[in-house]
C-alpha cells in the first residue's frame, strides 16, 4: 500500500499566494469588468533591462550553433556569473566570499525550501513571526513540527516581530539550531542594523547554530549604513547561509535565477557532536537533485553586472521604490500606521481590522489586491502587506481607490 507522508496533513488547507489567487479568480468570474489592481504577491512588472535581453539574446544565438552549443552546464552554475557575483556584491563591500561558495539556482524559494532537508528533523528551528511561508511549511512537510494549534505549529519556536520591538524578533533565550531571518523583511518591509545582526552572529556561534538569511530584497536598501550581506557582519561566515535572488532586482520572476551563498567555513555537527561541511552537504545535495540554470538565463543575469545592467537594475528599483513611497504617504495620509516601503518594497499596514477582512473589502470595493497579514502568522493578524510592485500609475488609481472605498 502506497503511503503518504502524513506531515502533510498538518499543512494548513493551501499557500497562501494559491489561496489569495483562487480569491481574486473567483471574484474576478463574478465581476468580470472590474478592473483589478494587484498589489499582492510581489511580482515584478516592469520589463527586463535592456542590457539582460541582449545578453540573452546572444546567447540563444550560440545555442544554435554547433560550435557555441552548450548542454548541460556545471550543477553549481557558470563561473562567469559566480566570480561577478562574488566580486560585485560581497567582495566590493568586505565581505570575504569566493566564487566557489556560490550556488546558482532558480529561485530563493526553492533554495530556502530545500535548504533544510540536509539538517536533522529533530532540530529545533526558531522562525519569525510573521513570515514568508515557504519557511515554514517546508518545515513542517519535514517532519519538524507537531500539529497546528491556535494558530502555531507545536514544537516550532516563534520569534515574533511586533510594533513593540520594531519588528526585529528578540533573540531567543533558549537554544535554537536553526534561525531563519530575512532582511528587508518580507513582509514587514523591517531592516536591521549592523550591530543587531552581529548579536544573531554572536548568539548562533554560542549555540551552534546556523543562520539562514535570507536578502532576497537587499538591492531596495537605500540607507548605506545597513548591511546588505550577513557577510558583513563579523564571524558570520562560519554560522550563516545566505539567499539572494534576481527576481526583484533585475525583474527576473518569470525567467528564474537566483543564488545561495555557503561559505566553506560554514559547519554543522552529527549525533557524535562530530563537525562537517555545510557547503560540502549542500553541494552533494545539489549534484544530486539540480542540474543547474540554463546557460541563456545566466548570461542574462551576468548582464546584471555590467554598467549598463547596473544602470538599467538601479532605474528599476528607484521606479518601484518611488511607488512605495507613494503607498507610505497616502496610507499614513489615510491615519493608518504602517512601517516598510523605504528600504524595501513592502508596506506593512496596521488595518485596525481583521487582515481577511480587510483584504476582502480592499478587493470588494477598491479592486484592489493585498496580501492579509494573518496569512504570514498570528502576529499578522490586524495587518496587511501591500507591494510596490506595479505600475506607477496603477499604484495612484489604486490608492485614490482605497481612499473612497474606506470613506464610503
Ligand atoms: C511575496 O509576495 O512574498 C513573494 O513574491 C513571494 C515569492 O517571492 O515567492
Request: proline share 4%; net charge negative; glycine share 8%.
Amino acid at each position: 500500500m502506497i503511503r503518504i507522508n502524513e506531515h502533510y496533513l498538518k499543512l494548513q488547507a493551501s499557500y497562501l499566494f494559491s489561496e489569495i489567487a483562487k480569491r481574486v479568480s473567483a471574484y474576478q468570474a463574478e465581476n468580470p469588468d472590474r478592473e483589478i489592481i494587484k498589489l499582492g504577491i510581489g511580482d515584478v512588472t516592469r520589463a527586463l533591462p535592456r542590457a539582460c535581453i541582449e545578453a540573452f539574446h546572444r546567447a540563444i544565438d550560440e545555442m544554435g550553433e554547433e560550435s557555441t552549443f552548450r548542454g548541460y552546464g556545471p550543477e553549481q552554475g557558470y563561473l562567469f556569473l559566480r566570480e561577478k557575483i562574488a566580486s560585485g556584491d560581497f567582495q566590493s563591500r568586505g565581505a570575504d566570499i569566493v566564487p566557489d561558495e556560490i550556488f546558482i539556482s532558480d529561485g530563493a524559494k526553492c533554495d530556502t525550501g530545500n535548504i533544510q532537508e540536509i539538517f536533522s528533523t529533530d532540530i529545533r528551528i526558531a522562525i519569525p513571526d510573521p513570515v514568508y511561508p515557504a519557511y515554514l511549511d517546508t518545515n513542517v512537510m519535514a517532519g519538524r513540527s507537531g500539529a497546528f494549534q491556535d494558530g502555531r505549529y507545536q514544537g516550532i519556536l516563534y520569534m515574533e516581530s511586533t510594533r513593540e520591538n520594531g519588528f526585529i524578533p528578540d533573540i531567543p533565550n533558549e537554544p535554537v539550531d536553526l534561525i531563519y531571518l530575512c532582511f528587508p523583511n518580507n513582509p514587514t518591509g523591517a531592516t536591521i542594523t549592523r550591530d543587531r545582526l552581529q548579536q544573531w552572529v554572536d548568539f548562533a556561534r554560542e549555540n551552534r547554530a546556523l543562520i539562514l538569511f535570507d536578502a532576497a530584497y537587499e538591492s531596495f536598501m537605500r540607507d548605506a549604513s545597513l548591511p546588505r550581506s550577513i557577510y558583513e557582519v563579523e564571524g558570520a561566515r562560519d554560522v550563516a547561509i545566505e539567499f539572494r535572488s534576481f527576481s526583484k532586482t533585475a525583474g527576473f520572476t518569470g525567467i528564474r535565477c537566483a543564488f545561495t551563498v555557503v561559505p566553506k567555513t560554514c559547519m554543522a555537527y552529527d549525533g557524535n557532536g562530530q563537525k562537517h561541511s555545510v557547503h560540502a552537504l549542500w553541494n552533494r545535495r545539489h549534484g544530486t537533485k539540480f542540474n543547474g540554470v540554463s546557460y541563456p538565463v545566466q548570461k542574462a543575469a551576468e548582464a546584471v553586472y555590467s554598467q549598463e545592467g547596473r544602470a538599467q537594475g538601479s532605474e528599476l528599483i528607484e521606479y518601484y521604490l518611488k511607488n512605495a513611497d507613494l503607498i507610505r504617504k497616502e496610507i499614513t495620509a489615510l491615519g493608518f500606521e504602517c512601517t516598510g516601503g523605504k528600504d524595501s518594497p513592502y508596506i506593512w499596514v496596521e488595518g485596525r481590522r481583521n487582515s481577511w477582512d480587510f483584504f476582502d473589502l480592499l478587493l470588494t470595493k477598491a479592486g484592489v489586491v493585498c496580501t492579509p497579514g494573518a496569512g504570514f502568522g498570528r502576529c499578522g493578524e490586524g495587518f496587511i502587506r501591500i507591494s510596490a510592485f506595479n505600475s506607477f500609475e496603477n499604484v495612484k488609481k489604486a490608492m485614490a481607490r482605497i481612499k473612497e472605498a474606506l470613506a464610503g
